[in-house]
């Protein structure tokens, strides 16, 4: 990170957050230790759609990009349970959990990330067995969540417009009466991109046509078990 931006960032308040957001990516490092998590989440939509006009369109097609690249390194790292080796699967994933709970919101994040892998690809593994009733049931289950984290993302924008217009120009960033507030909000809509992109990622690996059924399985079991990990956080 950048130490002069850095210094910006705790130094002065809404000017150093308006030239933030001119630069998103320096404050969601900033604010949320957003980097290490890259590989897991790409960069989050509020940090890539604040950096300028983009249009529908535009955003479409980055966001197809990013799940595309998420899922390919997502299907990288089952490489070792596909083939087997399940106890470095799992000595992996923890040492990755290790790594980065101790990070700025590195627990929500793992939390966040870990739900959406196991919730997703319980339902999409449940499809296959039954007559697809556990996953019917799993699915019913994740719309209510998603219900609910939509809901919650609406009011967090609602909030974080009106404590934008009212920052204290004249306070450091760390002195901003509502800036616990600002960086909730933040979170709560991110947490709905997350979701919702990686769902689509694990569906990029779970339902791809190219693998075997029963290679499509394990890698739903695979996901699942990670995500399980991550849970634990």
Not at 82 to 104: H, I, S, T
Not at 137 to 158: C, F, I, P, Q, W
Not at 183 to 201: A, G, Y
Request: a neutral charge.
């Amino acid at each position: 990170m950048d130490p002069d931006k850095r210094e910006k960032y705790d130094r002065f308040g809404r000017a150093a957050l308006e030239d933030t957001f001119m630069d998103p990516g320096s404050f969601f490092t900033m604010a949320f230790g957003a980097d290490k998590f890259k590989p897991l989440v790409g960069e989050l939509t509020i940090a890539y759609t604040a950096a300028g006009n983009l249009t529908v369109a535009e955003v479409k097609k980055w966001q197809a990009k990013r799940e595309r690249e998420l899922a390919n390194i997502l299907l990288k790292r089952l490489d070792p349970w596909l083939k087997g080796d399940e106890e470095g699967f799992v000595r992996d994933a923890v040492a990755q959990l290790e790594d980065l709970k101790g990070e700025a919101f590195g627990v929500a994040f793992l939390h966040c990330i870990g739900y959406a892998y196991y919730s997703r690809a319980q339902v999409l593994l449940g499809l296959t067995e039954m007559l697809g009733i556990p996953g019917f049931v799993n699915a019913v289950k994740e719309s209510g969540h998603t219900m609910k984290t939509r809901y919650n993302a609406v009011d967090a924008a609602l909030k974080l417009s009106e404590m934008k217009v009212n920052m204290d120009p004249q306070k450091p960033a760390s002195e901003q009466a509502n800036m616990p507030e600002f960086l909730n909000s933040v979170w709560m809509i991110s947490v709905l991109d997350i979701e919702s992109t990686l769902r689509h990622v694990v569906e990029l690996i779970v339902k791809d046509k190219t693998a075997s059924k029963e290679d499509r399985k394990k890698r739903a079991s695979g996901i699942m078990r990670l995500g399980k990990i991550f849970q634990g956080a």
